[in-house]
Each structure stands twice: as C-alpha cells, then as structure tokens.
C-alpha cells in the first residue's frame, strides 16, 4: 500500500516489462477473435515524467530515455525528431513499435513527457472488441484510472485486490487472453506465496489463459525457490526472460528484472531474442548487462502456429 510506481516509471524494468507485454497482446491480435487483458496491480494508468517523484530519482533516464538517446553526450541527439529518426533505425522491429507507441501518446508529441503504465498501453493495442479488466487497492491509484479511462467503454476499473479478484475475473467471456501480475514486492518471500497461491488456483480455472509474472531480481537466491515452483506449476510451458543491469548479489538495489510468461504463445522467444539482445546493449550501464531466455518448461507438442 505503501509502494507509487510514479517513482520507478520507465525505469530498465518496465522497459522489459512493457516489450514483453507488447508481444504479448501482438501474439494475441494475431487471431480475430476478442480478448481479454486482466491486471491484478494496474497502478494509475500513466505517469508524468517531470512530476517529483519522477524527478526525485530519475529511473527512467536509465530506462526508455537509453533508448531514445543511446548518447545522452551528443548535442544533435537532444532533439526529439532528430533522435527518434536515428534510434529508430537502430532498435529490433518489437522495441521500434514500443518506442513510437509511447512518443505517439497524447502529451508526448514535443518529447517525452508522459509515460504510460501497462494499463494504457495494452489499452492503446486492443481492438474495438476487446476489453480489460484493471484492479487497483489504493483509493487514491484507483480514482486516477478511472480518469484514465473514464470514457473507453472497453475498460473495468475494480478498487480491490488483485489476487482475490481473480476470482471472479477468470475465465473472462472471451475465453482468451492474458493475466498481468505485477506486484510492488514490498515483502518478497510473501508476495511470491501469493502469486503461486493466485495461479494455482487461476490456471485450475482456465487453464488455456496466458499468465505474465513480473519479478524483481535482487539476491538470486530469492528468485530461484518461485522458479522450481513454476517447472511443477501445472501450465503446459513456461518461458522467461530477464535483463540483469547489475550482478544479483546485492539485497541493496534493483539489480535486474523478469517476466515468467505461463502458457506462452507459440514462437515468443523468437519474437523476444533481438529485442533482449538490444536492450542489454542500450541499457548496460557500469557493466555489461546480461539477458536470459529460456524455457523453465516446455510441452513436447507446441500449438500449431
């Protein structure tokens, strides 16, 4: 309750968090039918870059602004039109269509000025008959998304907790769709017992949803325990991606960040590798930053394309 992702927006880890999501919701567009975007911790739909708690620690200016400005030194990269004409020919088709997706936000068209949170990008990639159902416990987070969305008819807006109302959420009426878990982590080890306890119990009820866990990573060792738990969790596969800014050997700091994606859709680690592979380049910052990729499980028999 304490947590305000105003203070961390476009940090390193939404990037990953926000390029996954991406090929998340572009995996599901890829069939006609509608689906159903669920978020258990949705925040306030969008930030203000130059708003004090933004200002307060300056996340972002090693997240989505690396990618904006890959040399913050040159002069000629300070304008918006000149940048984005030359970190667009640099960057992987995925992050490319991320990128311009945030600088085409209402609010953004003389530079990046706001940043939007999971909620109103995945919003901002469905369709007409699409819909999403966003959850947010504190009052005051929950009143600005609602403002957010107070006129897209697409959109649930439900002041409550997110593993609980999963519940009620799943399986939605389209029978499709994708489950965003992105918790503020304040107690680790209890969180990770309520995201094992909150899928257990979603994938018994729809077993077919897709499920995008975010995770920060910290010590190894506090990630590894949620990682087995996922190789028995009862999905068909299991993929994960990470970017590590820091080695994971410091309680102290945000050292790098995951996505464990449950039932991914066929080919999203092909559709991931380039873009991980870019990132890890773009946001290195007193090290070379590392990227993972891999399958903590994997069906013998993958769904036709």
Request: aromatic share 8%; glycine share 6%.
């Amino acid at each position: 309750m304490n947590y305000r992702h105003a203070y961390h927006a476009g940090n390193f880890a939404d990037v990953l968090k926000h390029t996954v999501q991406l090929a998340l919701i572009e995996a599901l567009r890829a069939k006609p039918t509608p689906f159903c975007v669920i978020d258990t911790h949705a925040g306030s739909g969008c930030y203000a870059l130059d708003s004090k708690e933004a200002g307060k620690t300056g996340e972002y200016k090693d997240g989505i602004t690396r990618l904006l400005y890959p040399d913050l030194q040159r002069p000629d990269l300070q304008r918006p039109g000149q940048q984005q004409a030359q970190t667009g020919q640099a960057l992987p088709p995925l992050l490319r269509r991320w990128l311009d997706s945030i600088l085409a936000l209402p609010g953004n068209e003389d530079g990046l000025k706001l940043y939007p949170g999971s909620p109103l990008q995945a919003a901002r990639s469905m369709r007409a008959e699409d819909s999403a159902q966003l959850c947010e416990l504190h009052p005051d987070e929950a009143e600005r998304l609602r403002a957010v969305f107070h006129h897209d008819h697409r959109v649930h807006v439900h002041q409550r907790d997110g593993y609980e109302a999963l519940k009620a959420l799943t399986p939605p009426k389209e029978k499709r769709g994708l489950v965003l878990i992105d918790p503020p982590y304040e107690a680790q080890e209890a969180e990770y017992k309520a995201i094992e306890k909150a899928l257990k119990a979603a994938l018994l009820r729809w077993p077919t949803g897709m499920y995008a866990v975010w995770y920060p990573i910290k010590l190894r060792s506090q990630v590894q325990p949620f990682h087995r738990w996922l190789q028995r969790c009862g999905a068909k596969r299991v993929l994960r991606a990470e970017l590590l800014i820091h080695p994971d050997d410091s309680p102290l700091r945000l050292n790098g960040s995951g996505m464990v994606i449950l039932n991914a859709p066929w080919q999203l680690d092909e559709a991931l590798r380039e873009s991980l592979r870019a990132l890890a380049r773009l946001l290195s910052q007193t090290r070379q930053a590392e990227w993972r990729l891999d399958w903590l499980l994997q069906d013998s028999h993958p769904p036709a394309p």
